[in-house]
């Protein structure tokens, strides 16, 4: 006997499975529209593979842009803009800066003593009625039951007020003046009827000047930032020189260095990362039996020609002279910008990709000797390097291009993917309807045959 086997889709007919003919009709019509589905298959494979390298192209363009934003960064005025370097040998002791026109050379400054403020220190005692007290002529108003952290905190909010206050160990307030510098003998006048404030006797500490010297020459501040001391230098007092001066040396106006050697190593660690992005893409193979959507997208830009020679066409202009230039400030490779020396054991992997390395003493040296012609160089340098990357990741550039080609052969196919779909599906339905049509032909003629084997056999019977 054969199997019954029963299936439905909305808006299609019943189908039977095998009742009369002893055939998996379904089996049937899931081969046969398997079949049929393989040009499906095909164009989502394909487009599948094109939102890959949609993707990676997508992502190589941003890196390109960003890297030619950060190519432009050299051509900005204020990176070689004219300032004076100062050193300090013992910065948390004596540190150093400089304004315009300060004088050159090696200054030896000692610190003798540090500017301090005034301080008096007082016992509180909470008033048991309200209390009005003066510090230096300001008043403050100590409620009944007030604490010594009320009142610091009053005094401390108050912008009018002379002195700053602190508590300590709850019963104790120390006021100090809000400025530092000799005071003499009279400071912080604290007048108190209610004797909310007792000074402690004994306790009372004078504001003091910073004390220094300048290649031998003492000078006195009421403040540890001293302006007068090295003419265009701002020193700011730290601590006693007790093992000796300390140095403080004023190189002449120029570009600074660390600017411009900072500028240069960010520069180069997005050189190389998007270098490296770039070469990946390049070196990744196709998966030979892909599966799944990422499989499809991996490897689409392997061995790409457009960005193996936009490769070579950086790395060429690391090396090749600049028109208009002298030869020895006519390249990147001037002020130490390269892919790295051929050592005896060859070139490395690394220099064969294409990666930028700096030699920072070089360049140092180019900035100080030349600050000029390293500025011209790497304006001219920078711009000829933003056209080849514009040209390929910028707007309207040729990455640009094969993406927006990428879409439109992806929307296509998604349309062609949908349609086709569409077609299946009424295709699925009509083997569904003939099958069936079928098998309810096979079981009327299953019928009549079996009816008229009964009448054939009836009559037999009956016969005399």
């Given amino acids: 006997m054969s199997s019954l086997a029963v299936s439905s889709t909305a808006g299609s007919p019943i189908s039977i499975s095998g009742l009369a003919s002893g055939l998996d009709t379904s089996s049937i019509i899931s081969a046969l529209m398997a079949a049929e589905r393989e040009p499906v298959t095909r164009l989502t494979d394909a487009q599948e593979k094109l939102q890959g390298q949609q993707k990676e192209l997508t992502s190589i363009q941003n890196n390109l842009q960003q890297l030619a934003l950060a190519a432009s960064e050299f051509s900005m005025p204020s990176l070689f803009e ?7 040998s013992e910065p948390t002791r004596v540190s150093a800066a400089t304004s315009d026109g300060a004088g050159i050379g090696g200054y030896e400054v000692e610190v003798t003593q540090l500017a301090n403020s005034a301080q008096r ?8 009625a309200e209390d009005t007290l003066t510090i230096d002529g300001n008043s403050f108003t100590v409620k009944a039951g007030e604490n010594a952290k009320e009142l610091a905190n009053a005094i401390n909010s108050d912008s009018s007020a002379t002195v700053y206050a602190a508590v300590l ?9 809000r400025a530092t510098g000799n005071t003499g003998t009279e400071f912080i006048a604290v007048t108190d009827p209610g004797a909310t404030l007792v000074e402690k006797a004994g ?25 007068n001391a090295i003419a265009g ?65 991996t490897g689409t830009l392997f061995g790409d020609v457009e960005l193996e020679s936009l490769l070579g066409n950086m790395r060429q202009s690391m090396y090749e002279p600049i028109a208009g230039l002298a030869a020895e400030m006519s390249n990147p490779s001037n002020i130490g910008i390269s892919t790295g020396a051929v050592s005896s054991g060859g070139a490395s992997q690394a220099s064969i990709e294409g990666l930028l390395t700096l030699n920072s003493s070089k360049l140092s040296e180019a900035v100080k000797t030349n600050p000029a012609g390293v500025q011209q160089m790497l ?21 640009e291009a094969r993406t927006n080609g990428d879409n439109t052969q992806i929307t296509q196919l998604t349309s062609q993917i949908t349609t086709m779909n569409e077609m299946l599906a009424v295709r699925e339905k009509a083997l569904q309807a003939t099958y069936a049509e079928l098998e309810s032909a096979i079981s009327r003629n299953t019928s009549q045959a079996n009816w008229l084997t009964s009448q054939e056999a009836s009559l037999a019977a009956n016969a005399p």
């Fill in 121 to 128: 220190t007082f016992t509180f005692t909470s008033p048991a």
């Fill in 82 to 88: 004219s300032s004076q370097a100062v050193t300090s």
């Fill in 203 to 227: 306790t009372a500490k004078e504001g003091k000047n910073a004390e220094f010297s300048v290649d031998g020459v003492a000078g006195t501040s009421a403040s540890n930032t001293v302006t």
């Fill in 233 to 297: 230098v701002t020193l700011t007092l730290g601590g006693l020189t007790t093992t000796g001066p300390v140095t403080i040396d004023v190189q002449a106006p120029g570009a600074s260095v660390s600017a411009v050697e900072a500028q240069v190593q960010s520069f180069v660690k997005l050189y190389n990362s998007t270098v490296e992005a770039i070469q990946k893409q390049l070196s990744t193979k196709p998966i030979t039996k892909p599966t799944s959507a990422s499989e499809f997208g």
């Fill in 379 to 399: 304006e001219k340098w920078s711009q000829g390097l933003q056209s080849t990357l514009e040209g390929v990741g910028g707007p309207g550039g040729t990455l």
């Fill in 169 to 177: 160990e709850g019963s104790t307030l120390v006021l100090s003046n």
